[in-house]
């Protein structure tokens, strides 16, 4: 059953709110582009050549960053162990970790693989890899009965997509357009085809997990709705009566209005078991609700029904716990959030193990064949916060925020119960985000990356813990080869939320965040650096949604940010366009109440994605959100004192124009249509006219080098039933009219971000895979492309 997430293929709408889709900007000395869209397609397409910049060593982290444990069960002379899959930029590494004296043990996987997963059986531990090659997708099959000795079996060409998850021999794939294939794999290696699953228009699956019981195949397959982020996720299960030869239609775990997470399932005893969590608010408290672990069955994979994990005691007398008050030994903790792991299934019958921590203890809940829960008591408490467990009685693999590690109960001497750690372990770094902005070269801050990491703290006194998180950031700049260290950020400025960079002009870059104020409410806030100098800024916006994109019109900076309005019983989203002339101090363009909205498709509001001026007319782009939370594509007009509001007639439901920009004499957009986009031209009045193709493929700014030469980042997508997707950079040479991928070396089949910054005449190329900064800098693209 498969535990170690393989990289997804994440909703495109994720990076429509990132701010990857923006609208087009000029390079140092361009001349306009031709932007008439009449010249004739070349072939071959465009390309360009970039080559690997020193990274300074803060960009790339000292250590691997933990991507998921797979616990695989005692069975025979097999010990109880884990596999960690970690990740390192492009790497992957996966290792056994065991809880007794041995230490760690690699698995002899592909580092270039672009998917990992596991499944456990009661005989042969496996793990199918897929990787790129010459001739499309190859997949591996690795088995092994001692977790010492590994077979690796390469899979029949029927396996010929990156494999999503694994459980009970069977394998499913990402989605790949509108289908998701599935295998059953034996143990040597044959591969037999079941009937893919057909995806709808407009969502995006993706299998969690998978189990069996004979012709009984239960699927777990989470589903995106690609017309809005305001729609949560639905986890569904699946069922084949037949072996796979027929699937029925999704129906979700949890019928009513509670959002639940849904993470695996199981075929144990003689039902099938779904586990995860949900958020429950005790009787005690006024407000607030807590996670706690808990589980669904059904005999025959249909109807499945709750079956509640028993919450843990506390364990310990003479304390005080907030709303709460007095707690003892055997309150229950229903005070608290709780963290679980993967579970411990052993196999011909044998029990259920969860680990159910908080802070740096934890318990262990056991299930037995006949599908009755139990509860351990508190375990003896490690020195450092847990991270991840996963966990038998009396021995765990355990990740802490520096490290992945087994460790068992040696019991005796003096009543003691101590942990005895493994020898070794893995050592982990925190993971990292990436903030950038294009355009950034030349200015103070050409990236900062920000993470967090979690320390446990002891009260001297009272011997009572508490997890204190703090936050770092490194800032650097291109300078010249190499990515340099840059001093002197202010520290209020990157310990807030959300952190965004935009670039005002050359020396001036704006450094956005969230933070609370004292009654808990959101706020936007930012500094702003000129020449080197830190200044705080008059940025005070209520409830941000969205930090979207800025643009400088007639020297003055415009920055749309998406709010959150309260609407009687609800929050709806408002458009907020905000001006300043220096960075520092910004005002209101117009009151985010000042927008006519259309009777219908217009309920829950709408939001503003960035402006531009066309003719003498400040045209806005983004969309509506209806009673439906549906987006709905709209471009905006100032007329006086209020927006007019134009919905784009045929784009359908889940659409939004993204980005707005000129191209020579025309001006540009792009539209996100539910998992496809597509490219227009608008006017002045705001109307918009639709080219007739659209395409999977993602195309962030567009950015002009003059003459019809253009680039853009983004990521080649249309083509992920072969190997050669990935983050790429876009070149055309006709204005537009066609374009060619230059994919980032090294990322071939993986997926990612691509920022392009500009440095003088060339252009610098940032991903950030596996917690690391890789760049590459494009050598005057416009040379290249002239002489291609």
């Known amino acids: 059953m498969t535990v170690v997430p393989a990289p997804l293929r994440p909703s495109r709408r994720s990076l429509l709110l990132s701010g990857a889709l923006l609208g087009a900007l000029g390079l140092e000395g361009c001349e306009p582009a031709t932007g008439d869209g009449e010249t004739e397609p070349e072939d071959p397409p465009p390309t360009l050549s970039m080559e690997p910049m020193q990274n300074h060593g803060s960009t790339i982290p000292a250590h691997a960053v933990l991507s998921g444990l797979t616990p695989i069960a005692p069975a025979g002379d097999r010990p109880f162990a884990a596999l960690a899959l970690v990740k390192r930029a492009y790497e992957d590494e996966m290792t056994v970790l065991r809880p007794d004296q041995y230490g760690e043990e690699p698995v002899p996987i592909d580092p270039g693989s672009t998917s990992v997963v596991a499944d456990d059986s009661a005989v042969r531990a496996r793990v199918i890899t897929s990787s790129t090659g010459e001739d499309g997708w190859r997949s591996t099959l690795l088995t092994s009965e001692d977790l010492t000795d590994w077979e690796e079996i390469p899979l029949a060409q029927e396996v010929d997509l990156p494999v999503e998850s694994a459980g009970d021999g069977l394998v499913a794939s990402i989605q790949d357009g509108a289908r998701i294939e599935l295998w059953e794999v034996a143990d040597d290696g044959a591969v037999a085809p079941l009937t893919p699953l057909e995806v709808p228009e407009g969502q995006q699956w993706r299998v969690q997990d998978l189990a069996r019981a004979d012709s009984t195949i239960v699927l777990l397959p989470e589903i995106v709705d690609l017309r809005s982020d305001q729609i949560s996720d639905s986890s569904c299960t699946m069922v084949s009566a037949d072996g796979g030869k027929s699937w029925s239609a999704p129906v979700p775990v949890v019928e009513d209005e509670t959002d639940p997470l849904v993470e695996s399932i199981w075929r144990h005893g003689k039902q099938f078991v779904v586990l995860g969590g949900t958020r429950v608010q005790p009787e005690w408290a006024e407000r607030r609700s807590y996670w706690r672990p808990t589980s669904w069955v059904s005999d025959d994979g249909k109807d499945f029904r709750e079956a509640p994990i028993p919450l843990p005691r506390w364990g310990l007398d003479g304390w005080t716990w907030g709303e709460k008050g007095e707690v003892n030994a055997q309150t229950e903790m229903d005070m608290t959030d709780l963290d679980w792991g993967a579970p411990v299934v052993l196999p011909d019958g044998g029990a259920m193990h969860l680990a159910i921590t908080y802070e740096n203890t934890h318990w262990i809940a056991t299930r037995d064949a006949k599908g009755t829960w139990t509860v351990s008591e508190r375990r003896t408490s490690f020195e450092d916060v847990i991270d991840e467990m996963v966990a038998m009685p009396d021995s765990v693999v355990v990740a802490f925020p520096g490290r992945v590690t087994g460790a068992r109960l040696e019991r005796g001497g003096r009543g003691a119960d101590p942990w005895k750690m493994s020898w070794g372990g893995v050592p982990l770094s925190p993971s990292r985000r990436l903030v950038t902005d294009s355009g950034l070269c030349g200015t103070p801050v050409s990236l900062l990356f920000q993470q967090s990491t979690r320390e446990l703290v002891v009260d001297e006194d009272d011997g009572s813990t508490e997890v204190v998180t703090h936050r770092g950031a490194w800032a650097f700049m291109v300078d010249g080869e190499e990515m340099a260290t840059v001093e002197g950020l202010p520290?209020?400025?990157?310990?807030?939320?959300?952190?965004?960079?935009?670039?005002?002009?050359?020396?001036?870059?704006?450094?956005?965040?969230?933070?609370?104020?004292?009654?808990?409410?959101?706020?936007?806030?930012?500094?702003?650096?000129?020449?080197?100098?830190?200044?705080?800024?008059?940025?005070?916006?209520?409830?941000?949604?969205?930090?979207?994109?800025?643009?400088?019109?007639?020297?003055?900076?415009?920055?749309?940010?998406?709010?959150?309005?309260?609407?009687?019983?609800?929050?709806?989203?408002?458009p907020l366009v905000l001006t300043s002339s220096d960075g520092v101090e910004w005002e209101e363009l117009m009151s985010p109440e000042a927008i006519d909205l259309p009777a219908e498709g217009a309920e829950l509001g709408a939001r503003i994605l960035r402006v531009e001026k066309i003719d003498e007319t400040i045209v806005g782009v983004g969309s509506t959100v209806g009673e439906d939370s549906y987006y709905r594509a709209a471009s905006f007009v100032l007329e006086g004192e209020r927006w007019k509001v134009l919905p784009l007639e045929g784009a359908g439901l889940?659409?939004?124009?993204?980005?707005?920009?000129?191209?020579?004499?025309?001006?540009?957009?792009?539209?996100?249509?539910?998992?496809?986009?597509?490219?227009?031209?608008?006017?002045?009045?705001?109307?918009?006219?639709?080219?007739?193709?659209?395409?999977?493929?993602?195309?962030?700014?567009?950015?002009?080098?003059?003459?019809?030469?253009l680039v853009a980042p983004g990521e080649l997508l249309s083509s992920e039933s072969?190997?050669?997707?990935?983050?790429?950079?876009?070149?055309?040479?006709?204005?537009?009219?066609?374009?060619?991928?230059?994919?980032?070396?090294?990322?071939?089949?993986?997926?990612?971000?691509?920022?392009?910054?500009?440095?003088?005449?060339?252009?610098?190329?940032?991903?950030?895979?596996?917690?690391?900064?890789?760049?590459?800098?494009?050598?005057?693209?416009?040379?290249?492309?002239?002489?291609?």
Do not use: F
């Open 491 to 574: 520290e209020k400025a990157w310990q807030r939320d959300s952190l965004a960079l935009r670039a005002l002009e050359p020396g001036t870059v704006l450094l956005l965040g969230v933070e609370q104020d004292e009654e808990g409410t959101n706020r936007l806030r930012g500094h702003v650096s000129v020449d080197g100098d830190w200044v705080e800024t008059s940025l005070d916006v209520e409830r941000p949604s969205d930090v979207r994109s800025l643009s400088t019109i007639d020297g003055v900076h415009h920055l749309c940010v998406v709010t959150l309005l309260e609407d009687r019983d609800r929050y709806r989203l408002s």
């Open 654 to 709: 889940g659409s939004t124009i993204t980005s707005l920009g000129r191209l020579g004499e025309d001006v540009v957009v792009r539209v996100w249509m539910a998992g496809l986009e597509g490219q227009g031209r608008i006017d002045s009045q705001g109307a918009v006219t639709l080219d007739d193709d659209s395409t999977e493929d993602v195309r962030g700014r567009i950015i002009d080098l003059g003459k019809g030469l």
């Open 722 to 788: 072969g190997p050669g997707y990935g983050p790429c950079v876009w070149a055309s040479r006709d204005g537009g009219a066609s374009w060619g991928a230059t994919v980032i070396p090294g990322s071939e089949g993986h997926r990612g971000t691509v920022h392009l910054l500009l440095d003088g005449d060339d252009l610098v190329a940032l991903t950030s895979p596996g917690g690391a900064v890789l760049s590459h800098r494009i050598v005057d693209p416009r040379a290249q492309l002239r002489a291609d």
